[in-house]
């Protein structure tokens, strides 16, 4: 991965580079992967912006400069109804120590197979040896 965004920032854009607070608060393993992706949003959005532009020049009038203020402010509502609807994390219901939404969670999101019921509570105890490790506090430790 970090060698694809490496080779996509070095094919355009070389002269942009990132203000020092992105790596600021960074471990040095993570401060090529944090450069890296901010080189490509970067790259991203002044190819993203130079298409609108493109796109919006020969609307004459009024219409021209105010369609891309319109698109920039409708895109987030499909965004919030698409969140609220999606399913609960596991990880993140295994965090507040809600064990049975967790788990319930897990069998919505596993495929149909004869030891689902395993993979489960397999996934489930990785994802709380995980958050041990980690030295993260779980609110409940009992096993399901």
């Known amino acids: 991965m970090i060698t694809d965004t490496r080779r996509l920032c070095q094919l355009c854009f070389a002269h942009t580079s990132p203000p020092m607070c992105v790596c600021a608060g960074v471990e040095g393993k993570l401060h090529l ?32 400069w105010r369609m891309p203020f319109v698109l920039q402010e409708i895109w987030p509502i499909p965004l919030f109804i698409a969140a609220y609807f999606a399913p ?40 709380k040896v995980e958050y041990l490790e980690a030295g993260c506090e779980i609110a409940e430790l009992t096993m399901v």
């Open 88 to 127: 609960e994390s596991p990880w993140n219901a295994v965090r507040r120590g809600q064990m049975d939404e967790a788990r319930q969670s897990l069998m919505r999101l596993s495929q149909d197979t004869p030891n689902k019921e395993h993979e489960v509570d397999a996934a489930l105890a990785y994802i």
């Open 33 to 64: 992967d944090m450069f890296l992706r901010f080189k490509l949003t970067t790259i991203c959005s002044i190819l993203l912006s130079s298409g609108v532009v493109r796109a919006v020049a020969g609307i004459p009038g009024d219409l021209a």
